[in-house]
T-cell receptor, first 114, second 113 residues
């Protein structure tokens, strides 16, 4: 049973560029959340998707946007990249109504903005 | 706004010793998680605590939750080097049909020989 799959694992972008990160949730999970983890800090909530809609959003600017597809997979898009966007981006999947089972995290995408 | 505080931020301990990591949070919640993170890696789920008084143990780690005190603890018994990692607590809040985790600052544990 595959867990959460994220791609790519690493990438390097230039300031001002745009990036798309991808996440496939664990089988049976219908909810996807995205987190940003800067070096030496705890993960920060970006947003959560369920039924192809953004259900909750953290304190991130509109440059951060997302999408969820009918197969529950999700994308995180960041426009006009800043140096401060360099971080590990984590995707977590869960099953609505069964969160007592917790969240499963992917291995992350490490984004470096130069 | 929910705040989650962990202490200590850094813990250096000898093998064989016992210690406790504390996680305090500011808003009522009955769902708290503990995660382990190795350098450059993702988060590994350790414990899911779902109610007041919940206690769970796995190997040398034991976690507990006191929702009235808004406090969770992660107790390490007879530490071994393999436990060296960063440990995060995270509080789960429901907002309508959505939810989100708010993480603590993390505790970097270093177990020395």
């Amino acid at each position: 049973d595959a867990g959460v799959t994220q791609s790519p694992t690493h990438l390097i972008k230039t300031r001002g560029q745009q990036v798309t990160l991808r996440c496939s949730p664990k089988s049976g999970h219908d909810t996807v959340s995205w987190y940003q983890q800067a070096l030496g800090q705890g993960p920060q909530f970006i947003f959560q998707y369920y039924e192809e809609e953004e259900r909750q959003r953290g304190n991130f600017p509109d440059r951060f946007s997302g999408h969820q597809f009918p197969n529950y997979s999700s994308e995180l898009n960041v426009n006009a990249l800043l140096l401060g966007d360099s971080a590990l981006y984590l995707c977590a999947s869960s099953e609505l109504g069964r969160r007592f089972y917790g969240y499963t995290f992917g291995s992350g995408t490490r984004l470096t903005v130069v | 706004e929910l705040k989650v505080e962990q202490n200590p931020l850094f813990l250096s301990m000898q093998e064989g010793k016992n210690y406790t990591i504390y996680c305090n949070y500011s808003t009522t919640s009955d769902r708290l998680y503990w995660y382990r993170q190795d350098p450059g890696k993702s988060l590994e789920s350790l414990f899911v605590l779902l109610s007041n008084g919940a206690v769970k143990q796995e190997g040398r780690l034991m976690a507990s939750l006191d929702t009235k005190a808004r406090l969770s603890t992660l107790h390490i018994t007879a530490a071994v080097h393999d436990l060296s990692a960063t440990y995060f607590c995270a509080v789960d809040l429901e907002i309508g049909t959505a939810s989100k985790l708010t993480f603590g600052t993390g505790t970097r544990l270093q177990v020395t020989l």
